[in-house]
């Protein structure tokens, strides 16, 4: 969610787990993977609320841990 400040992304829709929400602190790569950010869950709420982007808060399932998974570019 934090790229959402980067030119070119109001057009962005967020999607994000409901269950953040109950989460004390939240953390997110701020558009690299070589750092992280770290929020108080009402934080992230404000940020994505000044931003202005629409966002969905959904449940979003945890995957079995016996799951194959598809690999990439297939």
Same mark, same amino acid.
């Given at each position: 969610? =934090?790229? =959402?400040?980067?030119?070119?992304? /109001? #057009? @962005?829709? *967020? *999607? @994000? #787990?409901? #269950? %953040?929400?109950?989460?004390? =602190? *939240?953390?997110?790569?701020?558009?690299?993977?070589?750092?992280? *950010?770290? %929020?108080?869950? /009402?934080? +992230?709420? /404000?940020? +994505?609320?000044?931003?202005?982007?629409? &966002?969905?808060?959904?449940?979003?399932?945890?995957?079995?841990?016996?799951?194959?998974? &598809?690999?990439?570019?297939?």
């Amino acid at each position: 969610p =934090l790229a =959402l400040v980067w030119p070119g992304a /109001r #057009d @962005i829709t *967020v *999607v @994000i #787990d409901q #269950d %953040l929400r109950g989460l004390p =602190l *939240v953390s997110f790569h701020p558009g690299v993977n070589t750092a992280t *950010v770290t %929020l108080e869950s /009402r934080d +992230l709420e /404000r940020f +994505l609320e000044a931003m202005g982007n629409p &966002v969905i808060w959904t449940s979003i399932p945890i995957q079995a841990e016996n799951a194959q998974s &598809v690999p990439a570019g297939t």
